[in-house]
Antibody, heavy 119, light 105 residues
Framework: EVQLVESGGGLVQPGRSLKLSCAASGFTFSNYYMAWVRQAPTKGLEWVASITNSGGSTYYRDSVKGRFTISRDNAKSTLYLQMDSLRSEDTATYYC????????????WGQGVMVTVSS | IQLTQSPSLLSASVGDRVTLSCKGSQNINNYLAWYQQKLGEAPKLLIYNTNSLQTGIPSRFSGSGSGTDYTLTISSLQPEDVATYFCYQYNNGLTFGSGTKLEIK
């Protein structure tokens, strides 16, 4: 059974940093692209960042470029999101997702972790 | 590509045939998926590549469309289908629609 379990969320002041983790199990992690998708309170879904299966290439939405870094440790089957210079508009539930082999849609999602940016 | 979903809120009766719409600002080339999100839960993949049913999803869900216009149909609405439904395109960039909230009348 595929499982994605996020951790590391919480309350953080604007301008500070936070690192999210996602522990994956039930599939061969190193075979799949992975991504983070977020959802602001009572809002829609927004793709944040993706990483190739080897970790050699990364992709970001414009609003987080230069502030967020997606990475992975295939030996530990873990995905990360380092978030720096956080802003109030980054407040959201962050979901760890698996991208399918064939195309850029997400077939499995974690339960999500809340990040609140507020002073 | 921007996605516009309609209606934003849909109220229907159990057993009804329900149709949700998703319109792209450009051609999506059938690279469209649908997700169901129940209150307090993570989204779940229902349909991918416009009309392919994800494993384990009931056959009352179906997708169709082409070009810029796509549809999710529930052939016979069930109480457990109460949720918000999002369309998602992966043809040019990665974007979600704003969602259609489906409730039981």
């Amino acid at each position: 059974e595929v499982q994605l379990v996020e951790s590391g969320g919480g309350l953080v002041q604007p301008g500070r940093s936070l690192k999210l983790s996602c522990a994956a199990s039930g599939f061969t992690f190193s075979n799949y692209y992975m991504a983070w998708v977020r959802q602001a309170p009572t809002k829609g879904l927004e793709w944040v960042a993706s990483i190739t299966n080897s970790g050699g290439s990364t992709y970001y939405r414009d609003s987080v470029k230069g502030r967020f870094t997606i990475s992975r440790d295939n030996a530990k089957s873990t995905l990360y999101l380092q978030m720096d210079s956080l802003r109030s508009e980054d407040t959201a539930t962050y979901y760890c997702t698996r991208e399918t082999v064939a195309a850029d849609y997400f077939d499995y999602w974690g339960q999500g972790v809340m990040v609140t940016v507020s002073s | 590509i921007q996605l516009t979903q309609s209606p934003s809120l849909l109220s229907a009766s159990v057993g009804d045939r329900v149709t949700l719409s998703c319109k792209g600002s450009q051609n999506i080339n059938n690279y469209l998926a649908w997700y169901q999100q129940k209150l307090g839960e993570a989204p779940k993949l229902l349909i991918y590549n416009t009309n392919s049913l994800q494993t384990g999803i009931p056959s009352r869900f179906s997708g169709s469309g082409s070009g810029t216009d796509y549809t999710l149909t529930i052939s016979s609405l069930q109480p457990e289908d109460v949720a918000t439904y999002f369309c998602y395109q992966y043809n040019n960039g990665l974007t979600f629609g704003s969602g259609t909230k489906l409730e039981i009348k």
